[in-house]
């Protein structure tokens, strides 16, 4: 039999050694953990003998990924990745040398070195990304596709209630909503009974539409939509009014293993965790600082029972130091969606450079976050094609917004061909959004006129179709701030006179398509078809309820005069009309 592990809409149930490797991930030591959050369609094992295994990326190809998607359930294959992008895998390399057609109906049918016979390392593991649409009737017993999520919530089983309509996920309104219909959402998803039925967007208000209202259900329902409700209208809801639950979970008493001291309140402090010695005997212990970051801090306040995350601190000299321990656990590093500590990776053995208890690691909690997310629609109605002279682009090199052939360039003769693009960024999250750098540290940029409060606040790539990038921008924060708010929210940060920045919850930051650095330097790249991704927040600089939502992808087809940008989409938010583009001209109809 072969098989392979993958990651749908939550919840996936009952598939073996399910461990979710991102981009920047690799596998955990000890347990695997509970995945509040999974919305990648991104694999890279397979099942032989009993026995799960990777595959080399030697001779790998987009129809090597085709046949895999298509024995997973999906209609093709967009993209395949090499060096062991989603995470070195485990145990055994099953295939290597792979070649098929792309027309075979499983991989053990294409042409490789043979099961097991292999002479690469877990640092060349091939991985797939697959399309997200299904094969009809395609039906795989240890697939369980949902089509409700919780988005927001800082602790397994709470957030924010959203459905799938139409390939395209909305929010319930909270007219009517109870505890029964709250309990049909949490069954749905795995969990036990709601313990509450929160209204007036508690965790957060979404975006996009609004896709139930007065939902009624008896309690004994599989899903929601055998419930009955009433199909949304402008006037009916909005967000503000968006339904949210928190269910019953299994008490995994992990907060006994994790505490906090030193700090001024119980949600700030020197993280200690307890280990257990060779002699059998417990005792508390710090983490060493080196490496530390949001992720991590993420998690350790998910297991305290804190919320979320507002600082993670790898020096805490300036906390009250009587009574430190040594440190016990060094090297960790978290997905971010792990229940505990325990769950992440880290040393087998404690190496930290600096041992001394004020380099150790340390966190801020809070009971609310911010949430970015990205007006994906209209980077697709707003993308278009620009040769700009060299002689105008000053600026914009010296804050290297240009590709590095630019420096070869006959200055100030030419012109750099630029895609451009509006982007507006959303906070819709329970806090504002504020640059971690203080006022003091911020830099003035004489050329442009501002201040840069972050040294990056998103990253343009365009990638091929494996995944490799091979154009890019990046977008320092000069200026965040308040360029709109919802009806009855008032503006708060506004960049002009050294002013405070930042986005408000509920208000929009808009970076306007003719603004420099506001785009992608393309002169290098050669007809043939990308994609185009948008991140958010890339380093995780700021902490946010959800990273997950912080990605937007666009399939692109550039021709060497024009750009087609379509299916521009966040998550699984897919906006399936197209956008036509002209070489330095306006949307086609």
Known sequence: MVAAIFHHQLPVRGVASCLDHGPDNAPTQGTTSPKPQNERLQFRLVFYKGEWGTICDDDFSLSNANVLCRQLGFVSATGWTHSAKYGKGQGKIWLDNVQCNGGEKSIDLCKSRGWGNSDCTHDEDAGVVCKDERLPGFVDSNVIDSTVRLKGGAKLG?????????????????????????????????????????????????????????????????????????????????????????????????????????????????????????????????????????????????????????????????????????????????????????????????????????????????????????????????????????????????????????????????????????????????????????????????????????????????????????AEGHKASFCLEDTECHEGISKRYECANFGEQGITVGCWDLYRHDIDCQWIDITDIKPGNYILQIVINPNFEVAESDFTNNAMKCNCKYDGHRIWLHNCHMGEELYPEICHVLLNGHQSE
């Open 158 to 470: 709470e957030g924010r209630v959203e459905v799938l309509k139409n390939n395209e996920w909305g929010t319930v309104c909270d007219d009517r909503w109870t505890l029964l219909s709250a309990s049909v959402v949490c069954r749905e998803l795995g969990f036990g009974s709601a313990k509450e039925a929160l209204t007036g967007a508690r965790m957060g208000e979404g975006m996009g539409p609004i896709h139930m209202n007065e939902v009624q259900c008896l309690g004994t329902e599989k899903s929601m939509w055998n419930c009955g409700f009433k199909n949304i209208t402008s006037e009916d809801c909005q967000h503000v009014e968006d339904a949210a639950v928190r269910c019953n979970t299994p008490y995994m008493a992990l907060e006994n293993s994790i505490r906090l001291t030193g700090g001024r309140t119980r949600y700030e402090g020197r993280v200690e965790v307890l280990s257990t010695e060779a002699n059998g005997t417990r005792s508390w212990g710090l983490i060493c600082g080196g490496a530390w970051g949001t992720k991590e801090a993420m998690v350790a306040c998910r297991q305290l029972g804190l919320g979320y995350a507002n600082n993670g601190l790898q020096e805490t000299w300036y906390w009250d130091s009587s009574n430190v321990t040594e440190m016990v656990m060094s090297g960790v590093k978290c997905t971010g969606s792990e229940m505990s500590l325990s769950h992440c990776q880290h040393h087998k053995t404690v190496s930290c450079q600096k041992t001394a208890a004020k380099f150790s690691a340390g966190v801020i909690c809070s009971e609310t976050a911010s949430d970015l997310v990205l007006n994906a629609p209209l980077v697709q109605q707003s993308v278009y094609i620009e040769d700009r002279p060299l002689h105008m682009l000053y600026c914009a090199a010296e804050e290297n917004c240009l590709s590095k052939s630019a420096a070869s360039a006959n200055w100030p003769y030419g012109h750099r061909r630029l895609l451009r693009f509006s982007s507006q960024i959303h906070n819709i999250g329970r806090a504002d959004f504020r640059p971690k750098a203080g006022r003091h540290s911020w830099v003035w940029h004489a050329c442009h006129g501002h201040y840069h409060s972050m040294d990056i606040f998103t990253h343009y790539d365009l990638l091929s179709s494996n995944g490799t990038k091979v």
